[in-house]
């Protein structure tokens, strides 16, 4: 064998090891969406991706609706969300999608991040919305997560009891590990254990009905003033228990997620540093049963608070910010780009 010829095998195997080895892997560009901005969520339901919310300047929420058909790779604007919130959120259940808590303006004075305890039932077959049971503690920046046909709400951030003042800078806002879980069927909510670690912008899954949470910021829903941790915490509700997992090789926060083949992948994602202000393009997938993770082909545009979600075996990932906190005139670099890691599925 030349030395070229086992250079480029073993180049290869490196590139394959790293990028997880039972998947092959490419990124498509798909149809932008026809308004880009951050902060956005995204979830798959009924075989579409819906994409909520999205951030203006002096945070003044969005509040849009849309849907993408993967069949005809195009968008529709739906109904606008009855509450303008940001930084709520989602879970899916039944074809339909569930948004809790999040923040939204004060009616008169200076902009700033007010929790809010709401809760909301969407229908996309209709575009219709029903209010449901308030969530028992208003934060944002929380997971919620659907299994057995309940949905669990942890963790987030929201203002410390008794906080008091004219004005309270959203950076006030610090986490909690809180856990509850909602019934859809009698419209009520109980308690569980709390996540040990609290932390907000996490991204989080279901494997095997486990919730896994990964990654998010300790302290303050605001990067200046909060901490990226890499760590990974595994629920079961069957014995109400958390344990500790292998920690995500990169610590990151306001990534996006979404659960394929009993893997979590999350992308993307912000850091802040005295120094620079920035976003990630890493993409990495950790396995629950091997309790490890693999390294993916990094995004095509790096970006935090965008939209992701699976549609079949394809990752979508979709607008979001390309700098961290820049929420003023002149400054916003919010993306309406679409960009779709592809699996082959063997």
Excluded at 288 to 301: D, G, I, Q, V
């Amino acid at each position: 064998m030349t030395s070229r010829k086992f250079f480029r095998q073993a180049a290869a195997i490196f590139l394959c090891l790293l990028s997880g080895g039972a998947f092959a892997q490419k990124w498509n560009t798909a149809a932008p969406i026809p308004q880009g901005a951050e902060e956005v969520y995204g979830i798959p339901a009924n075989g579409k991706l819906y994409v909520f919310g999205g951030l203006a300047l002096a945070w003044k929420p969005i509040g849009m609706v849309m849907e993408y058909d993967p069949a005809k790779n195009t968008w529709t604007r739906k109904k606008d969300m009855p509450a303008y919130h940001h930084h709520f959120a989602l879970a899916e259940l039944n074809g339909r999608i569930y948004m809790f808590g999040g923040y939204t303006l004060p009616p008169a004075g200076q902009p700033t991040w007010i929790p809010v305890d709401n809760s909301w039932e969407y229908d996309p077959q209709t575009d219709n919305w029903k209010a449901l049971a308030p969530v028992p503690q208003a934060r944002g920046s929380a997971n919620a997560l659907t299994v057995n046909g309940k949905i669990h709400l942890i963790g987030g951030a929201t203002l410390p009891a008794g906080l008091k003042g004219d004005y309270i800078h959203p950076s006030r806002n610090v986490s909690v590990g809180t856990h509850e879980v909602y019934d859809p069927a009698a419209n009520t909510w109980s308690k569980r254990a709390d996540l040990p670690t609290a932390r907000n912008h996490a991204a989080g899954g279901v494997i095997d009905n486990r919730i896994v949470i990964a990654g998010g910021r300790t302290g303050s829903v605001f990067i200046p003033n909060a901490f990226n941790v890499d760590l990974v915490e595994e629920y079961d509700p069957a014995s109400d228990q958390w344990t500790l997992k292998a920690p995500m090789p990169t610590p990151r926060s306001a990534t996006a997620w979404g659960v394929n083949n009993g893997r979590l992948f999350v992308a993307g994602g912000e850091i802040r540093h005295r120094d620079f202000w920035a976003t990630y393009s890493t993409v990495e997938a950790f396995d629950l049963k091997s309790n490890s993770w693999s390294r993916l082909p990094p995004m095509p545009m790096p970006r935090h608070g965008l939209a992701g979600g699976f549609l079949g075996n394809n990752f979508h990932l979709v607008s979001g910010s390309l700098q961290s906190g820049t929420n003023v005139p002149g400054l916003l670099t919010s993306t309406d780009r679409h960009d779709v890691l592809v699996f082959d599925g063997k």
